[in-house]
């Protein structure tokens, strides 16, 4: 179940917290991370997720976003993000020989979604402005003019 997005919490150093404790088998200072994602102007962070099973935590929504749509529509995006991210596990045994899945990065029109699996079903999830891609806008194109 996804929390009702809302305004920044109160607690939510305590919870970062508690989260980055979570996450201490995979060193990641979940507060830090965010604030670093903030602060990059190429592809503006909107929205941060913590996902573990059928649960989900909003870690960080940008002003902008949250007064765009209404609650119940931010809630089922996150759902379907959360959904995508539990999609890609962090280990397949079709693709053993890949290694470990670090990351997932989907590009739609406007935005960018990376998921980062830390688990079998729990990982992070965070949405930025789309920016360019060589790679992708390349064959966008090419793929449009056929």
Not at 48 to 71: I, K, N, P
């Amino acid at each position: 179940m996804v929390d009702a997005p809302q305004e920044p919490q109160e607690n939510l150093d305590e919870e970062l917290d508690d989260i980055s404790d979570d996450l201490q088998d995979v060193k990641t200072d979940v507060r830090g991370l965010i604030d670093q994602l903030r602060d990059q102007t190429d592809a503006p962070l909107r929205l941060a997720v913590r996902f573990s099973g059928d649960e989900s935590d909003v870690l960080f929504v940008r002003e902008d976003v949250r007064e765009q749509y209404t609650d119940d529509e931010l809630e089922e995006r996150i759902e379907t993000i959360v959904m995508k991210g539990l999609g890609d596990p962090p280990r397949e045994r079709p693709l053993f020989d890949f290694g470990t899945l670090d990351a997932t990065i989907r590009w739609y029109e406007n935005v960018q979604v990376a998921h980062f699996p830390y688990r079998e079903w729990s990982g992070l999830a965070f949405v930025f402005d789309r920016r360019e891609s060589p790679i992708v806008d390349l064959a966008k194109q090419h793929l449009q003019d056929e």
